[in-house]
């Protein structure tokens, strides 16, 4: 008989995280999903899960596992997490803040860039041979622009220090300001759509912050107003964008996150005023090595009997 702890993978996690996972633990990997009875059988053992920041840890599967100690998340977001069903149980939950901040500003930047200057668009120009029947329609400036943030943690923060060497005006809303940062603040989404030319959301997803970018937002930010989602799918209320591209109330979005990934509503994609790419914030090759490298620290830590080196706020 094995003395590692048994551990429940619940997403399709990278080889340079289920290697070390292996080593350490027994890993059953997604056995709720792929083999739900053998899963009845070694539920009772399982002491450990190991997610994405996508990944649904509800209070229904913790209580199929009575000696589960610890949620170990590969990623910043654990909105799919049952933060408080974990800790009435007495379960920590840990994520994988920081390595990829700079990785979801530099995509920030790059899908303002993108959907502004029309890239994608620029480019099958030259690709589909459309180059010597004439030039591309003109584009937007985005350098002096002004910057909207739904979000000022680590993230937005990198966001606007990038900005700010575009010449970006910027300011934020959040639950609260943040003293000591030179931006403006705005107390609503509405209120800093308004003021912006460029919105950008950038907060964690859950139950506070559904669909915050609603239809009157997207009125507010404008028919010359680009919306960025970095975030989770759930902040915006992807019909009512629809709607707004398709009516002109805005001019585009830049997305890397929907309601309901992988698929992508066909309304969504049959669009020319988006840019679209399948949630690659984080997708570098470091920052996927140093996020798995934290997932599994925390889980070492927590079977040494070491504090976290990184449990969700809830957890401290
Ligand atoms: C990844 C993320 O998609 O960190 C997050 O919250 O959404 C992403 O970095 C994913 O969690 C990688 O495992």
């Known amino acids: 008989m094995s003395s590692k702890p048994d551990l429940l993978t619940v997403a399709r996690l990278a080889p340079f995280l289920m290697e070390p996972l292996q080593r350490a633990f027994t890993v059953h990997d997604r056995l709720h999903e792929q083999?739900?009875?053998?899963?009845?059988?070694?539920?009772?053992?399982?002491?450990?899960?190991?997610?994405?920041?996508?990944?649904?840890?509800?209070?229904?599967?913790?209580?199929?596992?009575?000696?589960?100690?610890?949620?170990?998340?590969?990623?910043?977001?654990?909105?799919?997490?049952?933060?408080?069903?974990?800790?009435?149980?007495?379960?920590?939950?840990?994520?994988?803040?920081?390595?990829?901040?700079?990785?979801?500003?530099?995509?920030?930047?790059?899908?303002?860039?993108?959907?502004?200057?029309?890239?994608?668009?620029?480019?099958?120009?030259?690709?589909?041979?459309?180059?010597?029947?004439?030039?591309?329609?003109?584009?937007?400036?985005?350098?002096?622009?002004?910057?909207?943030?739904?979000?000022?943690?680590?993230?937005?923060?990198?966001?606007?220090?990038?900005?700010?060497?575009?010449?970006?005006?910027?300011?934020?809303?959040?639950?609260?300001?943040?003293?000591?940062?030179?931006?403006?603040?705005?107390?609503?989404?509405?209120?800093?759509?308004?003021?912006?030319?460029?919105?950008?959301v950038i907060t964690p997803g859950g139950a506070a912050t559904r669909k915050l970018i609603d239809a009157g937002v997207l009125r507010a930010l404008g028919p010359n107003g680009y919306l960025i989602n970095v975030a989770r799918g759930s902040v915006v209320d992807e019909a009512a964008l629809i709607e707004a591209l398709k009516q002109g109330t805005i001019a585009g979005a830049a997305l890397d996150v929907f309601e309901n990934e992988p698929n992508v509503p066909a309304a969504l994609r049959a669009l020319d005023n988006v840019v679209l790419v399948p949630h690659i914030g984080s997708a570098t090759t470091q920052t996927r090595h140093a996020m798995a490298a934290r997932a599994f620290d925390n889980l070492q830590a927590h079977f040494a009997g070491q504090p976290l080196p990184s449990a969700v706020p809830e957890c401290r």
């Open 35 to 200: 083999d739900p009875a053998a899963f009845e059988r070694i539920a009772p053992r399982i002491r450990a899960i190991c997610g994405s920041g996508e990944s649904k840890v509800g209070a229904e599967l913790m209580a199929r596992l009575p000696a589960l100690e610890i949620v170990s998340i590969m990623g910043v977001g654990y909105d799919g997490v049952d933060v408080t069903a974990a800790k009435a149980r007495g379960v920590m939950v840990a994520h994988t803040p920081e390595v990829l901040n700079d990785d979801v500003a530099d995509l920030a930047l790059a899908l303002m860039l993108n959907i502004a200057r029309r890239i994608p668009q620029a480019e099958r120009h030259v690709r589909d041979g459309q180059w010597p029947a004439g030039p591309m329609p003109l584009a937007s400036k985005m350098s002096g622009a002004r910057l909207g943030l739904v979000g000022m943690g680590r993230i937005g923060q990198a966001i606007a220090l990038r900005a700010l060497a575009f010449g970006m005006p910027i300011a934020y809303t959040a639950r609260s300001a943040k003293p000591g940062l030179p931006y403006a603040f705005h107390a609503t989404p509405q209120a800093l759509a308004a003021a912006s030319d460029f919105l950008v």
